[in-house]
């Protein structure tokens, strides 16, 4: 779903979420796959509706791909679909799922069967594949 107005951080609280994600990230861009992994969880489970927290958990189906860990990878980017358009990764995210679902041979009736549809959501595909609002 999409991030909520979360309840105001104090500078401190601001600064500790920062530096989780900015260390996460550092794991992520060194190659450490697996630590990033576990940061970027604890970051998305003690943030959950955060600006930063699309970006994270954009950033962790990336980690778990790069692991080969494909069925969590794919549960991480699930949700965007119903997020705004302005969300930050959103687009990367729909693509890479939409990659994905051409990589295992899903259609995309079957793939919005799958997680999209269940949700309710009216959606339809741009000629690129990216999965948008209806009316937006």
Do not use: N
Request: charge should be positive; glycine fraction near 6%; hydrophobic fraction near 40%.
């Amino acid at each position: 779903s999409a991030p909520q107005a979360a309840p105001a951080m104090s500078k401190e609280e601001q600064a500790k979420m920062q530096k989780a994600f900015d260390d996460a990230m550092l794991l992520l861009k060194s190659g450490d796959y697996e630590k990033a992994t576990s940061g970027l969880k604890a970051f998305v489970h003690q943030y959950p509706d955060t600006e930063r927290t699309p970006e994270a958990r954009y950033w962790l189906g990336e980690a778990l791909f790069a692991q080969m860990q494909v069925a969590q990878a794919v549960d991480a980017l699930k949700g965007f679909e119903s997020m705004p358009v302005t969300t930050p990764k959103r687009a990367p995210a729909l693509f890479r799922l939409t990659r994905q679902m051409k990589k295992d041979r899903l259609s995309f009736a079957e793939f919005g069967r799958r997680s999209c549809f269940a949700l309710g959501k009216d959606l339809r595909v741009s000629y690129i594949g990216h999965a948008v609002r209806s009316g937006a």
